[in-house]
């Protein structure tokens, strides 16, 4: 009988965070009239799908709770970015960059690339993915599309900066990158205080180009507890503690230098709107509670990637795990998350009028 309190209590905690929220729902137009996502493989709707590497998810069991199925998303079900964009009001997810066309793309686009990084070299040991540079390179190209769609250079920077972008990316600069020092000597190059600098000061001059592009409400989302996923406390010693504590350490190392980043872009572009988000503060609380009661291991047996092997049955209680695989977070744990992760995002969310700017269709 123990299985099922356990559901419910668990399940429990989401319904009252989501009727939390219902006093911020949307009704007709969206909050902001687009929404472009930046990051990894824990918002990647699909960018992967076609690229030469092991870091893809488009087959079962992903996707097993996911309306469409396998989209190349790296979990059973949605992810946080989905999660925000439904809070937001949009009636459809945002399409991946991959295949994202025609007017659509005014409502947004997702860029983001399992196995990428800030740092360009992040991930490659696992074959092709988009760094950061090259997303923001595409979204490059989005906007020129809009300006063709809108007409002008001037209609497009006025919708665009009513957009909302979101940033959710840097944890396999660690995972990836600084934690493999068999293909990467990043950890001899840097301690772990100056890397975070390092990655900071490359993600501050992303940020601007972004900004410099018309972007004025962005939300940048800090690393969560990586030392804690499963591939983590699998792989490295973790001297009797749960998680690997010196990952969890870097990641707070990074996080603290990127709310300072933040206070600083607030500071110094007092026309935008810059929020830090707290990934590492929100799951390590909510799954230390003593009314949470759920299991940090994955959900799926998995291969030497950390991915779940493909067609194998899952586990039948999922909403009891944080993980579902060796690295990514359960759609329960994204919802909950995203839940309160809006919370603090809805004050960068202005009324706008919707669209005069939008392509008419007759």
């Known amino acids: 009988m123990a299985r099922p309190t356990k559901v419910h209590i668990s399940l429990a905690m989401f319904l009252v965070i989501i009727a939390c929220l219902k006093q911020y729902s949307v009704n007709g137009e ?13 918002v990647d709707s699909g960018n992967n ?3 030469a590497t092991t870091a893809k998810v488009n087959y079962p069991p992903y996707g097993i709770d996911f309306p469409d199925g396998p989209t190349g998303r790296f979990c059973n079900g949605r992810t946080t970015a989905d999660v925000i964009g439904e809070l937001l009001g949009f009636e459809n997810f945002i399409p991946p960059f991959l295949s994202a066309n025609g007017t659509e793309i005014l409502k947004g686009v997702n860029y983001a690339s399992g196995s990428a990084g800030i740092r360009t070299e992040t991930g490659k040991q696992l074959g092709v993915n988009v760094d950061l540079s090259t997303q923001l390179q595409n979204h490059q190209v989005t906007i020129s599309h809009i300006i063709d769609i809108l007409g002008s250079k001037d209609s497009a920077t006025q919708h665009l900066n009513k957009c909302f972008y979101s940033f959710v990316i840097g944890n396999n600069d660690y995972i990836n990158n600084y934690f493999l020092p068999q293909f990467y000597n990043t950890s001899i190059q840097y301690t772990p205080e100056q890397y975070a600098e390092v990655l900071i000061e490359e993600y501050s001059q992303r940020i601007m180009k972004l900004y410099n592009s018309g972007a004025r409400k962005v939300a940048l989302t800090g690393i969560g507890p990586i030392g804690c996923t499963p591939g983590a406390v699998n792989s490295y010693d973790t001297n009797g503690s749960l998680c690997v504590d ?6 707070n190392f990074f996080n603290n230098r990127l709310q300072l980043l933040v206070d600083e872009l607030n500071s110094n572009l007092t026309d935008a709107k810059f929020i830090y988000l707290n990934t590492y503060g929100i799951v390590s609380e909510y799954a230390a509670s003593p009314g949470f009661d759920i299991k940090i291991n994955g959900c799926c047996e998995v291969n030497e990637f950390g991915l779940c092997i493909p067609y194998d049955d899952p586990c ?4 009891l795990h944080l993980f579902w695989d060796a690295f990514h977070p359960s759609e329960i ?18 009324v706008y009028e919707p669209a005069d700017t939008l392509v008419k269709t007759s």
């Open 30 to 42: 969206p909050k902001v009239p687009c929404y472009f996502i930046f990051g990894d493989s824990l």
């Open 316 to 319: 039948e209680f999922r909403n």
């Open 246 to 251: 010196s990952m969890n350490q870097a990641a």
């Open 333 to 350: 744990a994204n919802k909950i998350s995203a839940g309160i992760s809006y919370l603090s995002l809805k004050k960068i969310f202005e």
């Open 49 to 51: 799908n076609n690229l």
